[in-house]
């Protein structure tokens, strides 16, 4: 009966069928008539026909053993029973016998994982106790071989010895391979000899004993092998003895072990031998894997190592390599190996050997980012099972893709994927996570210049001032791309000669001359050096007299480079940083500078950031809010000019970071005034009754880099009632003096400058209005008294903090008065006419150039469109006004058929063009305006809309 699957691609079907006959006269009638029966499972099917179709060896097996295949199909696992080495005679048996039980477990091995029954942890496992098994028996038989001949081995004080078998790498970690080597260091406790007639000394009992293993084990015979041995790992490698004693190891480590070593250690597990002997062997080595310090010592060390391993891969072409190539395996086991040797030492939970049982400590320790462990455990095991299934081709030790398209189809098919575009591209996502990691946690190696470079720029910095020496240093600048060469030297001798540089303590004159250099040789890495430079001497000027800014940079170049980066992108993030120098600390973790935050991040870390300081300290808690709204900022302008963030997410997280410092300042204020007059009459800390509205960039979600806060105060309490401390006060004036204190803490320039400017004039009658209007009053407002243009002001209001049952009740309230049944062409004329008083005041725009805001066919044009559009017909689609930004709002005249699709798309287009030029201009603190000749087809198509739409 042929094998017919139709996920089986038609390429292979006749090689199934062909292996599939072949088995079944290799098995005979009964075996093969009872697994035509277990084979009504479809299921079953396919495991069988991947398996047959990506694996000869697993296909061998099978023909060799038929009763194997379904043995398999009939259970979900094999067992793996201890070997008795009573039952052998000699060595050719027990050889044989582990040959045999090798080719047993691998196929099911590989049976298991093509049928998808076992995860790549399970396989690993499995794996790892078949070389224990394996290592063990053959371990025993040998020893006891061994005795008989020469006696026991022990020690001076006559006690018995046994050889401890270190198991290394990925057999140490539990994470052994298909078809892999396994690396070992075999040693024993204490010099001696053995207690026969035939007497040896200990040294070579114990190097026969780990010959004869390495041999049972290694040897390939008839029934092949069971696992290649690689004793490299030993002291001195090949030139080295075998086997060693405890004391030599510990010396050799002690004295000699070099930082690769270190690494291997990191895994190191003993997998045979006296348990106490081990684990006193482990005990010994401990010191030498684990320091009892944080070890940031080792970072050299492991930006070598990744210089070595990239050198490696361009030499040997191994980009196709899913263990040695960019983003491969080997580069996850070294981001996990990297914290274990730096911190291993201290924290304990560190030194667990495996992998994916690593990663989720890394993490919970805050030493990936959240999400980042998941990422990186499953990259690592899609890559470990497309390894597994290329070294169960042919059970060889490989690890680099096929060339040819049917060995890839092959592959794709044998892990379950429909093609190898598929897989190919799950692999390319999941090399790219591992790269990104690996990148971020080993910064790379100082490229910023190579030692004779950084002689050059340390003899230009030194003579910059003097005129003798001028021309060279002009050269040394135009070769390098400086230009104009003369503008920079200027700018460098105005610096040398400061007063300010002139007066400084020797060790932060010291620290200067040790960073000019490296910032003169990383700005010219820049495509705009000039620029650069000019951007960054502010900031340093501005840390001079705190010199300690400068060895942060001088001790983390990553630092630098992003600093440079940054600064060149934007000036407004250069004068952030000169103005406030503290914010280099944010370059440290370029992972947390460059990651956007969730608005839930955002709140939740300016909350623990007010708990670290006195609750009772309103001064330092502004200063607190101050810094933590600058650092946040200067990270979204990261994230901007980086490109992490694209312009719809830049508004985003610049309005949750506002909303976020709106609710913890509103809390400070309630407190204070809460501790002296007490809480008013029927509001409490979780219902103050009391909202802050948004209305403008705020409400609409498109705050800016640098933009004010336009804020409405509303309460809804009893303003006859009075607040319940000893200073009562009424509840009306407890609110206004709460609105009054929050706007003092926003607008109050400290050292660190004011938080937010606010702009109140929104709220009921204007300036003349009360500060906070209780929501009743705010109603009877806006129907009775508002102007179109508060209206329309209406469409971009949302609450943003306070008390979350009034806020409900003033977004229904939204809802009713945007809904209310307007007279279309009395709304069509009031806003043509407030849009052209507005055009005639601010426009900016001239024959040369074009105001992106309040241009003819500008953002404001578009805005004024839709807030007629929600109030013209909000009460034939209420949904229209269930958001508060210009595009949602389009795409729901859109949905709502109000609006023709291409005319909705179109005013979007535009709105984000006009929009992410703005946010450029403003990161350049240039004026929002550009050249005529620019947006002329948006500019367009907003006007015709708006004849369209207005007239």
Partial sequence: MPLRIESCPSQFQHQLNERWTQWRESAGEDVAGNTDTLLEDVSLQRAVARSFVGSDFFYRQCCRSPELLPELLQNDYLGLASIDIEQFGDDESLDRELRKLRNRVTAEVIYRDFADQWDIARVCQRLTELAETCIQAALAWHYRQLVNRYGEPRDREGNTQSLIVLGMGKLGARELNLSSDIDLIFAYPEPGETSGENSVDNQKFFQRLGQRLIKSLDAITADGFVFRVDMRLRPYGD?????????????????????????????????????????????????????????????????????????????????????????????????????????????????????????????????????????????????????????????????????????RQKLAFALGRDSWEQLWGELTEARAVIEREFDAVIAPPEDIAPPSAAEEWEALWASCDSEPAASEALRTLESAGVEPAHEALDLLAELRVSPVVATLPSASRERLDQFMPLLLAAAAREQQPLLALTRVLPLVRAVLRRSAYLVLINENPPVLKQLLRLCAASPWIAERLARHPILLDELLDPRRLLAPAKASDISDELRRELLRVDPQDLEVQMEALRHFKQSQSLRIAAQEVSGALPLMKVSDSLTWLAEAILQQSLQLAWTQLEEKHGAPAGASREDMRFAIIAYGKLGGLELGHGSDLDLVFVHDADPMQYTGGEASIDNLRFYT???????????????????????????????????????????????????????????RARPVAGSRRLCGAFEQLRLELLCQPQDEKKLREEVVVMRDKMRAHLDKSNDQSFDLKQGRGGIVDIEFMVQYAALAWAHKAPSIVRYTDNIRILESLRDAGLMPAHQAGHLIDAYKAYRSEGHRLALQQLPGVVSGDQFTAERKTVQTNWRQLLG
């Fill in 737 to 795: 003096r709460l609105a009054q204190r929050l706007i003092h803490i926003l607008q109050t320039r400290t050292l660190s400058g004011p938080l937010y400017e606010v702009d109140t004039r929104l709220r009921p009658s204007g300036n003349s209005g009360l500060l906070v209007t209780s929501l009743a009053a705010f109603e009877k407002y806006q129907r009775e008294n508002a102007w179109t243009w508060e209206h329309q002001a209406l469409v």
């Fill in 239 to 407: 030139s080295g003895p075998l086997v060693s004693h405890f004391a030599a190891l510990e010396d050799y480590y002690q004295t000699q072990g070099r930082e690769w070593e270190r690494y291997a250690m990191v895994k190191a597990r003993p997998v045979a031998g006296d348990a106490n002997a081990a684990a006193e062997l482990m005990e010994l080595l401990r010191p030498f894997t684990y320091r009892r310090y944080i070890d940031f010592s080792a970072i050299d060390a492991l930006r070598e190592m990744k210089t070595l391993i990239q050198r490696q891969v361009r030499a040997r072409g191994l980009g196709d390599n899913v263990k040695l190539g960019r983003g491969g395996i080997r580069e996850v086991e070294f981001i996990v190996q990297a914290f274990q040797l730096i911190r291993g030492g201290r924290e304990p939970a560190l030194r667990e050997r495996n992998l994916l049982q690593l990663l989720p400590l890394l993490e919970s320790g805050g030493h990936l980012e959240p999400g980042i462990a998941q990422k990186l455990a499953d990259a690592y095991q899609l890559l470990r099972r497309v390894e597994h299934a290329l070294q169960a081709e042919r059970d060889q030790q490989t690890q680099t893709l096929p060339a040819e398209e049917e060995r």
